[in-house]
């Protein structure tokens, strides 16, 4: 099977004239949400996980939206694990390509994304791959394409980011975002294999950081409940684990909010 469905909801309403669409793609995982663009209530939405991204893997995923629907707004998160960053005291454009490069040699099939963190003071550089990047543009030719680190960013709490490691949890990949005193310290990618191996990654960035295990605050966002094997393994070792909160109500979809803030992050309405 090309995709593995997952789950998905499809409102009973009538559909709106006016829809945003918010697309989050990663090497295991394919998903979208379609919402009102003028209520922000969700209409539709599905998740997908994914062997191997090919042509006919991406075909397959996008032939689930409609050519006779008129999106207002396209946004795509791409959750590329290859990935570096400079800061934005010694950015060069030339200069992120070559350390990108010297980190992930001979990438011929993939396109090379670079963007702006201002206000966190580093620029990154990413690879997509070309049949993901090339078959969305075409698909939707005014889509914003971005790492999905730019949603994570989006709605952070305002005060009191300390000693807090937000986790956005796909398919056997954890992307963070870690603050100790107010600053950003570590933006990065971990792909695992067991749950064991995920909770060794957070616990040596504990120790890399000096956190405390009984100081450090999880908030956690992304395909992961109470009944999920990886939420086990962390409360097992960790005293604070929230989920991360959501702008908007998912409750008509009967699934967790948690599971949609990345895509909801990446919408216009929030962004």
Not at 66 to 76: G, I, K, L, M, T
Not at 113 to 121: F, G, N, R, V
Not at 205 to 216: D, G, K, N
Request: proline share 4%; aromatic share 14%.
């Amino acid at each position: 099977m090309i995709l593995k469905p997952l789950f998905s909801f499809r409102s009973s309403a009538e559909a709106p004239q006016k829809l945003d669409v918010a697309i989050g793609l990663s090497a295991k995982l394919a998903s979208y949400v379609i919402v009102d663009a003028v209520a922000g209530n969700p209409v539709e939405l599905s998740f997908f996980e994914i062997d191997n991204w090919n042509q006919n893997t991406v075909s397959a995923f996008l032939d689930h939206f409609s050519a006779h629907s008129e999106y207002s707004s396209v946004q795509v998160s791409y959750a590329s694990p290859q990935h570096t960053l400079l800061p934005i005291s010694k950015y060069e454009k030339i200069a992120l390509q070559n350390q990108l490069q010297l980190t992930f040699p001979f990438q011929p099939n993939s396109i090379l994304l670079q963007e702006s963190y201002a206000d966190w003071q580093f620029y990154l550089g990413y690879l997509v791959p070309a049949t993901i990047f090339k078959a969305v543009e075409s698909k939707f030719p005014a889509c914003q394409i971005k790492h999905s680190f730019k949603s994570m960013f989006n709605n952070l709490p305002a005060n009191n980011l300390s000693n807090t490691i937000f986790i956005e949890v796909g398919i056997q990949q954890l992307d963070l975002l870690v603050f100790r005193a107010g600053q950003l310290v570590f933006c990065g990618t971990f792909q695992y294999t067991t749950e064991q191996d995920a909770l060794y990654f957070l616990l040596k960035i504990c120790q890399e950081y000096s956190f405390e295990l009984t100081e450090v605050r999880l908030q956690l966002s992304g395909l992961i409940d109470y009944s999920s094997k990886l939420y086990a393994e962390l409360s097992s070792y960790f005293l604070n684990v929230t989920f991360r909160t959501n702008s908007k109500d998912w409750t008509l979809t009967n699934y967790p909010s948690h599971y949609f803030t990345l895509l909801t992050n990446s919408l216009p309405c929030v962004s």
